[in-house]
Each structure stands twice: as C-alpha cells, then as structure tokens.
C-alpha cells in the first residue's frame, strides 16, 4: 500500500488511524479513547505491545483505513500486524472457522449474543465508575467543597465500583462460556482430521 492508492480517511477511521498512530509513536494510549473507540479497558493506560480485549481489532481497522501507508509510523504498525497476523492476512476477512462468530455453531453464536450484552453492560459500568472517579478528584482539588459533599462523592465512586466489579464478573463469566464452546469446537475439529489423515493413509 501507498499513500497514493487510498484517498485520506474520514469520520472513525480517521479517528481511529490518527489513535494508533499516536499509540505506536507514543507507546502508549489513554484508557480513556479506547473506551471511545468501543474498546472494554478498565484501566487509565495500555503499553503497546499489552494486550486487551479489541486492541488488535483497532490496529487491523487502522490498517484498513484510508490513507494508511503515508505517515512513517505506518510501517511500524504493518510489521506489527504482520508478525501477528502473518503479511497481508489482515488486510481482507476470511470465511470465519467452525469455532468463531458466525462459524455455522448456534451454541457459540448465542454465547456470543450473550457476551456482546454482557460487555455493553460493564461498557456502561466502567464510564459510570470514571465518571464518580473524575467527580471525586474534582472536588478535592477544590478547598470550597464542603466535607460532606466529598463523603457523598466518595460513597457514590464505592457504588459505582461495585456496579463496575459485578458487571465485570458477568462478562469474565461470559466469555469464559465463550471460549470453552470454542475449545469442543476446535477439539472436534481436530479429532476429525486426525480421522481423516488416519483414513487416507490406509487406502
């Protein structure tokens, strides 16, 4: 890819090219535009090279964005992708396995469903649980509040905490179900090759 076989990005993917960009060149990046970008990080910074849940997803969207290839720190991201992917796989989807999203399982489809609501559940707990956060700290920067307001404030962020942690549990549970239905698939589906080499080198 060239800067000039694509034209230059708009609207999320320009958002999300300029985030990735930003997180290779710095290292780092804010919990705070992943929560943005759709990614569920709980904490205030990833490291690149740390995994989360979706960051991959956001450096393949990047990669795929229009305008990808012109700025230097895109050769970094592509050897990046590269070595985890393998060159070029990213660029374009392929028909999902047996044991992924939409692989022809209803079980792990539905375990899935189940994981996209649990997910978009602690989404909202964890903007909830910064939100009290972001309240509390305002308020102690500030000598005129009142002693009562920070207890309330600090009450509020303990609540929101708890929200935050059960909503976290459910989705830890749920994608433990994910990923074990996953694992029978791909077992299986080993056992059937394992039959069918076995089968072929007896003929």
């Known amino acids: 890819m060239t800067s000039s076989s694509k034209p230059a990005p708009d609207g999320r993917a320009a958002t999300v090219l300029a985030a990735m960009r930003q997180f290779r060149t710095h290292g780092r990046i804010d919990g705070a535009v992943l929560r943005k970008l759709g990614v569920d990080f709980a904490g205030e910074v990833l ?33 990046f992708l590269d070595s985890t992917f393998g060159a070029g796989r990213y660029l ?68 929101a905490i708890g929200v935050w942690e ?15 239905r996953a694992l029978v698939l791909q077992d299986g589906y080993r056992f059937q090759q394992r039959q069918r080499e076995l089968r072929e080198g007896d003929k």
């Open 47 to 79: 490291t690149f090279g740390d995994h989360t849940d979706g960051i991959h997803g956001l450096l393949v969207e990047a990669a795929r964005a229009p305008g990808f290839g012109s700025a230097p720190v895109d050769l970094e991201l592509r050897r």
């Open 92 to 159: 374009t989807d392929r028909p999902p396995h047996r044991w992924e999203r939409f692989g022809g399982d209803v079980a792990l489809d539905d375990l899935f469903a189940k994981l996209d609501t649990a997910l978009a559940e602690l989404r909202v707990a964890t903007a909830a649980r910064f939100e009290r956060l972001d309240q509390l700290r305002a308020a102690q920067r500030q000598s005129s509040v009142a002693p009562q307001v920070g207890v309330q404030l600090a009450r509020a962020l303990q609540e």
């Open 166 to 180: 059960r909503a976290d549990a459910r989705a830890s549970a749920a994608r433990a179900a994910v990923t074990s």
